[in-house]
């Protein structure tokens, strides 16, 4: 299958992690890896190539739904099969395993049996500013790499010697590169203090909603499908003013909005009349594989690179609804 490329002829992403390292390191590496030959879908080809190598014993992908879409694939192939079972000697999957993609870790869990799921750092193309911990996996402040600060929820910019603890921070990046207090857009929350304080990447500054003054962040729809235990999405509904709950079991739908609606802003444009009441949608068996490829195509990335949104803007309903069938 030929790369993607954008208009202008350039190629979107890379064909190969080797790219990102010099010719010579690259070249060493990719005898190590295993490079399927995307000649048609990208999760038959790669569970094809999986299965032709017996002694597979390190998996890393960005999104846990896209090893979920070669699971689906392996579990055609080889029914009743954990990948402990499939590959003896796999110790260990990496993948994102925080904000929008916390609950599928349990589901991959179970799929791949006891190998070990290590969390990505948080890596972004300007700077990294986490990475697993060697003992616990947990992620730790990468504040050997860059000078790192935080910007509360008042604005002022905080050191990392003086987070705290529970509290949500936006991450400010100062780098050799040149960049010097850049706003990376990434929302943290600190679980842990000390010379390399542990942070959890909780979204994204700016996915939010505000049809009618409700100021609807996408943080709090995932904080609301965590505690009610739930998968699904949010999608803001312009022309109805209102919103679509699309959830695999629509009766937590009450139990989310509830939740939500401890936003004082949404809450009382419920109460008012501004916006129309939440409407439950029902997802189908494999909506995280429908949904994935959908925005892939729609923003031009790869498949692997999406992030199933907890909060979906800037798409109609309607266009949701087609996706979705």
């Not at 870790?105 to 972004?124: H, M, N, S, T």
């Not at 604005?155 to 050799?176: D, M």
Request: proline share 7%; net charge negative.
């Amino acid at each position: 299958m030929a790369p993607e490329t954008t208009p202008g002829g350039l190629p979107v992403g890379a064909a190969s992690d080797v790219a990102y390292f010099p010719c010579e390191v690259g070249a060493r590496l990719a005898d190590w890896l295993v490079v399927p030959d995307l000649r048609g879908d990208v999760f038959e080809d790669t569970a094809e190539a999986l299965l032709s190598t017996p002694d597979l014993s390190l998996v890393s992908v960005w999104s846990p739904t896209f090893l979920l879409g070669i699971d689906a694939v392996l579990r055609r192939h080889r029914p009743g099969k954990t990948w402990r079972e499939l590959w003896p000697k796999l110790a260990l999957a990496s993948c994102w395993a925080d904000a929008s993609s916390a609950p599928w870790i349990p589901v991959l869990q179970e799929r791949l049996g006891d190998v070990l799921i290590e969390p990505k750092g948080l890596l972004a193309t300007e700077g990294i500013t986490s990475i697993p911990d060697e003992i616990d996996g947990s992620p730790r402040l990468a504040s050997e790499c860059h000078w790192l600060e935080f910007i509360d929820y008042e604005g002022a910019h905080i050191p990392s010697s003086e987070v705290r603890v529970g509290h949500r921070y936006e991450v400010l990046l100062t780098t050799a590169g040149g960049l010097f207090r850049y706003r990376s857009g990434d929302q943290v929350m600190v679980t842990g203090t000390g010379k390399q304080p542990r942070i959890r990447f909780v979204g994204r500054t700016g996915i939010a909603s505000d049809l009618v003054g409700e100021k609807l962040h996408e943080h709090q729809m995932l904080d609301a499908l965590t505690a009610a235990g739930a998968r699904g999405f949010l999608v803001a509904a312009p022309r109805a003013s209102g919103y679509d709950l699309w959830l695999e079991d629509p009766e937590q739908a009450d139990r989310v909005t509830s939740l939500l609606r401890r936003n004082p802003y949404f809450d009382q444009a419920l109460r008012l009349g501004q916006l129309a009441p939440v409407r439950a949608r029902r997802l189908p068996l494999d909506w995280p594989l429908i949904l994935a490829r959908a925005l892939a195509r729609a923003r031009g990335g790869r498949l692997g690179d999406v992030k199933l949104p907890a909060l979906v803007t800037g798409i109609q309903p309607e266009a949701v609804a087609a996706w979705l069938g």
